[in-house]
């Protein structure tokens, strides 16, 4: 397999390109909606067979990236998204080979009711059409969304951006083989050949009529683009300004585990926490151990005058920093007087996409999980859960925080519309 080069191509060459594999993908929609279930898990499973197959050739490509990006002077954090090793790789076929075991998600019957006049209603699952998926650094979105859509009977077109160009392709490259082993339209999983900015505008005014939805995924600047600009409907994935909440009845040692695995599990995750709030009650006993233990671990803590009291190591918090989604070994720390304030924080800071409470009263931990509007909220466990394959949808498209249709991880189910199927006996309305 060869590595793909960027292509810089004339505006109206990328324009007409994009075009083609829009009309390609539209054409491979309508055979993929009828797929077999056995047929898709068969591209699946050879596409995950391929990447272990390939893993020399996607680690060179990979280290082309890599050496981009240090060029670039890309932060610790984008590298450790971009970064591809042997382990990585394997849990990319896995979550290939994950999807293809869940349940076929198209055809099935959301519900049944029979009319009055005998018509008999079904309403069932079916694909959204042509799914246009534009992401940033991480490479495994390509595999992911790829095996997403298809299991899902949706195409894809793909657009990653020029940090994983070579990783995204190679890549890529297994996934086409995987379909071409089961006979299914290479057109199906389709990839932009190049990174510019026309071929993100060309997706955002729809392909002329191929996509029926746009799933954004990178930074605040390309999710605000895509929201501002799209002709078609977007699963908006917005910047993960996480919260953990640390209630006057937590326990201690639950509560240091937690919070130091949400903020330094991996930094550069989006459901990494970027705020921690503690109950004014339980400063005196928790603040300072929880900041020493996150700087223990390496992570720098911005503070209000409480946190700066807690610990002389704590830097003073400016007002944006309770709004920063640092994705690196930072975390902002505040006392608040109460969990009514906490959620106040949260709803006035926050990105609605993942907050947690650590707790040991139930009471206000279920007061938390009804109040707090955001996509996924969870009690005594980490925010770094907040991830498709941990849900058990085999991987994700992307962390919606919207509030129609999908939200939270965006895994096979999400993916699929729905249409009534009616049956009748000669039924005529008066």
Same mark, same amino acid.
């Given at each position: 397999m060869?590595v ?6 004339p505006?109206?060459?990328v324009r ?6 829009g009309?390609k ?6 055979e993929?909606?009828?797929a077999?279930?056995?047929t898709k898990?068969?591209?699946l499973h050879?596409?995950?067979r391929l ?5 020399a050739?996607?680690?060179?490509a ?13 932060s610790p954090?984008?590298i450790d ?5 042997p382990?990585?790789?394997d849990a990319i076929?896995r979550?290939?080979?994950a999807?293809?075991?869940? =349940?076929d =998600? ?9 009319r009055p006049?005998?018509l008999?209603?079904e309403?069932? &699952?079916t ?7 534009i ?10 969304a790829g095996?997403l859509?298809?299991?899902s009977g949706?195409?894809?077109v793909?657009?990653g951006g020029?940090d994983s ?8 490259a297994c996934?086409?083989e995987?379909l071409k082993?089961?006979?299914? =339209?290479e057109?199906a ?5 190049f990174a510019s900015r ?11 009529g191929?996509?029926?939805?746009i799933?954004p995924?990178g ?14 409907p ?15 009845? &937590?326990?201690?040692?639950?509560a ?5 695995n949400?903020k330094?599990?991996?930094t550069?995750v989006c459901g &990494?926490?970027?705020?921690?709030l503690?109950?004014r009650a339980a ?8 900041i020493?233990?996150?700087i223990q ?6 503070g209000?005058?409480?946190a ?14 309770w709004r920063?989604?640092?994705l690196?070994?930072?975390?902002a720390a505040r ?7 906490a ?9 609605h ?11 206000t931990a279920?007061?938390?999980l009804?109040q707090v509007d ?5 009690h ?6 907040a991830?498709?394959?941990?849900f058990?949808?085999?991987?994700e498209i992307g962390i919606a925080?919207?509030?129609?249709h999908?939200?939270? =991880?965006?895994g096979?189910e999400?993916?699929c519309s729905f249409?009534y199927?009616v049956?009748g006996?000669g039924?005529?309305r008066?």
């Amino acid at each position: 397999m060869s590595v793909a080069v960027q292509i810089k191509e004339p505006e109206a060459d990328v324009r007409a390109a994009m075009r083609e594999l829009g009309l390609k993908a539209r054409a491979a929609a309508r055979e993929l909606a009828n797929a077999p279930a056995e047929t898709k898990n068969r591209a699946l499973h050879a596409a995950a067979r391929l990447l272990r197959e390939r893993a020399a050739e996607i680690l060179a490509a990979n280290a082309l990236d890599l050496a981009q990006a240090r060029v670039k002077n890309l932060s610790p954090a984008l590298i450790d998204r971009l970064a591809l090793d042997p382990v990585r790789i394997d849990a990319i076929a896995r979550g290939l080979e994950a999807v293809a075991d869940l =349940p076929d =998600p198209v055809g099935r019957v959301l519900a049944t009711f029979t009319r009055p006049n005998g018509l008999v209603i079904e309403r069932v &699952a079916t694909p959204l059409g042509v799914v246009g998926v534009i992401y940033e650094s991480r490479p495994n979105v390509t595999a992911d969304a790829g095996a997403l859509c298809l299991k899902s009977g949706n195409a894809v077109v793909l657009r990653g951006g020029s940090d994983s160009f070579h990783s995204s392709a190679a890549i890529h490259a297994c996934l086409v083989e995987g379909l071409k082993e089961a006979g299914l =339209p290479e057109a199906a999983i389709a990839r932009a050949p190049f990174a510019s900015r026309e071929a993100v505008g060309e997706m955002l005014k729809g392909l002329d009529g191929a996509l029926d939805v746009i799933v954004p995924r990178g930074g605040k600047s390309l999710v605000d683009r895509v929201q501002r600009e799209a002709r078609v409907p977007v699963f908006a994935h917005l910047e993960g300004v996480v919260h953990v909440y640390v209630d006057r009845a &937590a326990d201690l040692d639950k509560a240091l585990k937690l919070v130091v695995n949400a903020k330094m599990r991996r930094t550069g995750v989006c459901g &990494a926490a970027e705020t921690l709030l503690v109950h004014r009650a339980a400063a005196p006993r928790l603040l300072g151990p929880l900041i020493d233990a996150l700087i223990q671990a390496g992570c720098a803590v911005r503070g209000d005058k409480a946190a700066q009291e807690a610990d002389a190591r704590v830097t003073r918090a400016s007002e944006e920093d309770w709004r920063t989604e640092y994705l690196d070994a930072i975390i902002a720390a505040r006392v608040v007087d109460s969990l009514e304030a906490a959620i106040d924080h949260i709803e006035t800071y926050g990105s609605h996409h993942t907050d947690c409470i650590v707790t040991e009263d139930k009471a206000t931990a279920e007061r938390f999980l009804r109040q707090v509007d955001s996509a996924i909220v969870i009690h005594n466990a980490s925010t770094q859960f907040a991830d498709g394959g941990e849900f058990g949808f085999g991987a994700e498209i992307g962390i919606a925080t919207g509030r129609m249709h999908a939200r939270g =991880p965006v895994g096979v189910e999400q993916l699929c519309s729905f249409k009534y199927r009616v049956r009748g006996d000669g039924q005529v309305r008066a």
